[in-house]
């Protein structure tokens, strides 16, 4: 179905839809713009990844991370 298609067919359930129909349809489409991120194919929260970047900075700063030259080392192994 074409973008406009969907549009068409958003708009005619909408239209015939219930306050019931209507909020579920309204909370679904809230998340899913809530959810502008992604990493690796998987969709995650503004949240979810202020959380993720914390837990980097936090593995960083206690000294839990690759220099360059070791990556490379590893690399190497491959």
Do not use: C
Not at 9 to 27: P, W
Not at 43 to 56: G, M, W
């Amino acid at each position: 179905m074409e973008t406009a298609e969907l549009r068409e067919e958003l708009h005619s359930l909408i239209d015939r839809g219930d306050a019931d129909f209507l909020r579920i349809l309204l909370d679904f489409a809230k998340e899913l713009s809530a959810e502008d991120f992604s990493t690796y194919g998987f969709r995650i929260s503004k949240n979810e990844l202020i959380e993720r970047v914390r837990l980097a900075k936090a593995r960083i700063n206690a000294g839990n991370f690759l220099s360059k030259e070791d990556m490379e080392e590893e690399i190497k192994k491959w």
